[in-house]
């Protein structure tokens, strides 16, 4: 039996971060694609999306692991020296069409950010864009002990609001962001502006599968045509 999510019921929004409303995921891929050219431009930016989507699932597991021996702020120290390395400061650009999304939905729904960044990262971006007073939690890396695929973050931010799992809707690009979603018990929507595939998100159990996470608004109006299980 197909499940169609009963947008109607739903009362809180989760939002995942990198590849979801930031744009960070394709140029990561880029930065790594370059360094691979020489093996010819299409064939290195496919190896290099499949590499860093195939990093992200060991890396929540290691942050994760290393939460619970207590060792979780060396890796983000470390995470933290190499992105003001890389970044020189800067922020990542906005998912185009997240922002009329969001406030959409902040209209009638709660919001938060669900993601494995620290805090400071997610309130910097949110802040960059207008966007913080949307959102009334954030839950990132040390909100819980377990991290997505775990369904540790989607409960506990559907617990803060005060509500079931099933009448929230958990939206990521990843297949770690459908993971947590469906094992917590929430609806899950795939967006494909990050570092996820399609027939993955679906193969992880996705409710809805959408080109980009600003179609969202589309499809809340009826013109979207995802292919719903």
């Avoid at 998100?201 to 809340?220: I, M």
């Amino acid at each position: 039996m197909s499940e169609v999510i009963p947008f109607e019921r739903i009362r809180a929004y989760f939002f995942d971060l990198d590849g979801t409303l930031m744009d960070t995921d394709d140029e990561a891929v880029a930065k790594l694609a370059a360094k691979l050219r020489f093996l010819g431009e299409a064939r290195a930016r496919s190896l290099a999306r499949r590499a860093v989507m195939a990093a992200e699932t060991p890396l929540n597991g290691l942050i994760t692991a290393l939460d619970v021996v207590g060792l979780d702020p060396l890796l983000f120290a470390l995470r933290r020296f190499v992105a003001r390395h890389d970044e020189g400061g800067r922020l990542f650009p906005i998912i185009p069409g997240v922002e009329p999304l969001l406030r959409t939905l902040a209209a009638g729904h709660r919001l938060a950010i669900v993601s494995t960044r620290d805090e400071a990262a997610a309130e910097a971006f949110l802040r960059q864009y207008g966007l913080r007073d949307l959102f009334s939690l954030i839950v990132t890396q040390r909100s819980t002990l377990r991290l997505k695929p775990h369904p540790d973050p989607v409960r506990f931010a559907a617990a803060r609001f005060g509500l079931p799992p099933s009448a929230c809707v958990m939206v990521g690009d990843t297949p770690v962001d459908i993971l947590a979603a469906r094992r917590a018990g929430a609806w899950a929507v795939g967006v494909l502006c990050g570092f996820g595939e399609e027939e993955e998100l679906w193969r992880a159990g996705a409710h809805l599968v959408l080109p980009s996470t600003a179609d969202l608004l589309h499809h809340l109006a009826g013109t979207s045509s995802a292919r719903a299980i």
